[in-house]
């Protein structure tokens, strides 16, 4: 079935620090990819989003590009703030499907 | 703020006992979709509603059920509950069935479930 890892955090950060989270999938098809992030005590915010391949999605000074040849979505942040110290999943969707598929998430802490 | 709205924010009950969550759509939009977060299953789907129909099961156990009210707004069922249950439960809604790859999901805050 169908399937979506990340890596295992937490991911410990200084301020300003460059941001890397490794996504791949497993799918068939061409799947819909997304980023959520999860601030404390709060709901899924939709973060970003790419729907076919080559796309890059961005959102906040966040990138992830859908790489079908290597089956992955990772996501990028050039300086990472305080407040980017959340948790983030990937997921995806199949286009003819319904749910979302999620990682398992990503815990990131960035320290002043 | 995604406009889905979830209530009651927590939830702190018995094992044995029935729990009701409820889930209102952001404006506009047709389907409702439930997910339970728990600490060792992670993210998962539990089920979707369409416009009042049921569209697609995922991984919902049978003392579960839900339902899509004609205003659109949505009840997740929980019975005879046990202490497994506990986890965030989250609402979310999109403007289509979800068969279409623009088709995004906006998520609610969550309902906090603990069974004691």
């Known amino acids: 079935g169908d399937s979506v890892t990340q890596m295992e955090g937490p991911v410990t950060l200084s301020e300003e620090a460059f941001l890397t989270i490794n996504c791949t999938y497993t799918a068939t098809g061409y799947p819909s990819l997304f980023w959520y992030v999860q601030y404390p005590g709060e709901g899924l915010q939709l973060l970003l989003k790419?729907?076919?391949?080559?796309d890059k999605g961005s959102n906040k000074g966040f990138e992830a590009t859908y790489r079908k040849e290597t089956t992955s979505f990772h996501l990028e942040k050039g300086s990472v703030q305080v407040s980017d110290s959340a948790v983030y999943f990937c997921a995806l969707k199949k286009a003819a499907g319904n749910k979302l598929t999620f990682g398992g998430g990503t815990r990131v802490l960035v320290k002043p | 703020d995604s406009g889905v709205t979830q209530t009651p924010k927590h939830l702190i009950t018995a094992t044995g006992q029935r729990v009701t969550l409820r889930c209102s759509p952001r404006s506009g939009d047709l389907s409702v979709y439930w997910y339970q977060q728990s600490l060792d299953q992670g993210l998962q789907f539990l089920i979707q509603?369409?416009?009042?129909?049921?569209?697609a099961k995922g991984n919902i156990l049978e003392r579960f059920s839900a339902q899509q009210f004609p205003d659109l707004h949505s009840e997740l069922n929980l019975s005879s509950l046990e202490l497994g249950d506990s986890a965030l439960y989250f609402c979310?809604?999109?403007?289509?069935?979800?068969?279409?790859?623009?088709?995004?999901?906006?998520f609610g805050p969550g309902t906090r479930l603990t069974v004691l």
């Open positions: 509603y369409y416009n009042g129909e049921e569209r």
């Open positions: 790419a729907t076919k391949a080559d």
């Open positions: 979310a809604s999109s403007v289509a069935g979800g068969g279409t790859s623009t088709d995004t999901q906006y």
